[in-house]
């Protein structure tokens, strides 16, 4: 399958791209990434925001990978954040046999307008080239407010107090016999910018009061 833009253009330095290239970049541009790769500084860093154990940070937002976030956020088509996710999952472990990745969600109006979920889009890459199953199902939004970019932790946690609930219990066919509830599942949260770690961590609590077990997170980028 072709991961890359094929004809396209690199976003960094405007080269023609070759089929297969990582989300629209091009090898040279894409070495100098502040990259965070699978070692265990970069799980330090990220578990101090966090929280929590810490399966995957594909990049620092630094002078050119700014473009990259913005494209894969805003660019309407969901094939990259794909690709940097099956991009992610050949550089980190994957997380425990049987764990699901549940990718956080937008509000219904605000994926309306991008047509597609970021963080989801990562996901659905991760869980190719992990072999793990998707569960978007798990969480839901419900409620929709202004950015938090800018924002404090203190100011974060507030704002998205009752902002998702968890999703309905669901039933799954198996092989050896009727349907059965699919419910308390170990829990890795996939979004697509770790700032202060508030959005996981109201996640993290909406999915355990509902009876999952919450294992980890996956990031595309740490600010």
Same mark, same amino acid.
């Given at each position: 399958?072709?991961?890359?833009?094929?004809?396209?253009?690199?976003?960094?330095?405007?080269?023609?791209?070759?089929?297969?290239?990582?989300?629209?970049?091009?090898?040279?541009?894409?070495?100098?990434?502040?990259?965070?790769?699978?070692?265990?500084?970069?799980?330090?860093?990220?578990?101090?925001?966090?929280?929590?154990?810490?399966?995957?940070?594909?990049?620092?937002?630094?002078?050119?990978?700014?473009?990259?976030?913005?494209?894969?956020?805003?660019?309407?088509?969901?094939?990259?954040?794909?690709?940097?996710?099956?991009?992610?999952?050949?550089?980190?472990?994957?997380?425990?046999?049987?764990? *699901? !990745? $549940?990718?956080?969600? +937008?509000?219904?109006?605000?994926?309306? #307008?991008?047509?597609?979920?970021?963080? &989801? =889009?990562?996901?659905?890459?991760?869980?190719?080239?992990?072999?793990?199953?998707?569960?978007?199902?798990?969480?839901?939004?419900?409620?929709?407010?202004?950015?938090?970019?800018?924002?404090?932790?203190?100011?974060?946690?507030?704002?998205?107090?009752?902002?998702?609930?968890?999703?309905?219990?669901?039933?799954?066919?198996?092989?050896?016999?009727?349907?059965?509830?699919?419910?308390?599942?170990?829990? *890795? !949260? $996939?979004?697509?910018? +770790?700032?202060?770690?508030?959005?996981? #961590?109201?996640?993290?609590?909406?999915? &355990? =009061?509902?009876?999952?077990?919450?294992?980890?997170?996956?990031?595309?980028?740490?600010?």
């Amino acid at each position: 399958m072709n991961w890359g833009w094929g004809l396209g253009r690199c976003w960094g330095c405007g080269d023609a791209l070759v089929p297969n290239e990582v989300a629209g970049i091009c090898p040279p541009c894409r070495w100098v990434w502040p990259t965070l790769p699978d070692h265990e500084a970069s799980r330090i860093l990220a578990r101090e925001r966090a929280g929590c154990e810490v399966f995957g940070v594909g990049f620092r937002l630094r002078n050119g990978t700014h473009d990259v976030l913005h494209r894969v956020k805003y660019g309407g088509f969901p094939r990259e954040g794909r690709a940097l996710g099956q991009w992610m999952a050949q550089g980190w472990r994957a997380p425990p046999p049987g764990s *699901v !990745l $549940v990718p956080v969600p +937008l509000h219904w109006r605000r994926r309306w #307008r991008r047509g597609f979920n970021p963080p &989801e =889009a990562v996901a659905e890459g991760l869980a190719t080239g992990w072999g793990r199953e998707l569960r978007p199902d798990l969480l839901r939004r419900v409620r929709h407010r202004a950015s938090l970019t800018a924002s404090t932790r203190a100011a974060r946690l507030d704002a998205l107090t009752d902002m998702y609930v968890a999703g309905p219990k669901n039933r799954r066919n198996v092989a050896s016999g009727p349907p059965r509830d699919v419910w308390g599942c170990e829990v *890795v !949260l $996939v979004d697509d910018v +770790l700032t202060t770690g508030a959005t996981f #961590r109201v996640c993290q609590s909406v999915l &355990e =009061a509902a009876g999952h077990r919450v294992v980890g997170g996956v990031w595309l980028a740490m600010a």
